[in-house]
């Protein structure tokens, strides 16, 4: 008797640059929170606890060389991850269309979503104090389990219906963007920062 696995959803960790490269990033996430009015006005609308980009800024990369760099060493990841995924790239690239900066305060979180209109989306971290909110994914086929018991407690990841992922600075984490995921409250009292991103398909 043997148990097969079928349909796996793959995640793909990768240390992006150095230490200097990602004090230089830090130091953009705070001159944009101090500067972004349209931003910071979004983020009071929307009750956003602390500062995001998202909805005001879609030219980081050509506004700010370290974002730039950034963005070429995600470019290297995500063709990589496309391998991972065996997607037959022969008449199609991936394109960078859409990247902005989280500052999460105290408490702050991100409610689950997906990331309509891409293929690849992703975070890279640039502060994670001690008790910032784990990334949190959730098993895409939830909602066909119906009656499904629930897991042991014990249950290996494979198994578990949610998975609790830990940042770390320098690092990123890509995946498919259709896969529902969320930020946990940030328990610290210092701020969360991270810069997140999108790919899309386009025809070459």
Known sequence: ?????????????????????????EKVCWVLEDEDEAGNDWCDREGYDGYTSYASLDDLPERFPEI????????????AFTRD?????QDQALELNGLWVN???????????????????????????????????EDPRLGFMMA??????????????????????????????W??????PNRSESPRLSISFNYALKHI
Do not use: N
């Open 1 to 25: 008797m043997t148990v097969q696995t079928l349909f796996p959803t793959l995640l793909r960790h990768a240390e992006i640059g150095d230490e200097t490269l990602r004090t230089s990033l």
């Open 85 to 89: 995924l065996h997607w037959d790239m």
């Open 103 to 137: 500052i999460l305060g105290e408490s702050g979180t991100h409610s689950g979503h997906i990331h309509p209109g891409s293929v690849i989306s992703g975070t890279y971290y640039v502060t994670i104090p001690e008790g910032a909110g784990d990334l949190k994914f």
């Open 148 to 177: 499904a018991p629930q897991p042991e407690d014990d249950a290996p990841e494979t198994a578990r219906r949610f998975v609790y992922v830990c940042p770390k600075e320098s690092h990123a984490i890509m995946w498919e963007s």
């Open 68 to 79: 730039g760099e950034l963005k070429a060493l995600l470019d290297r990841v995500a063709e």
């Open 179 to 184: 896969l529902r995921h969320e930020v946990m």
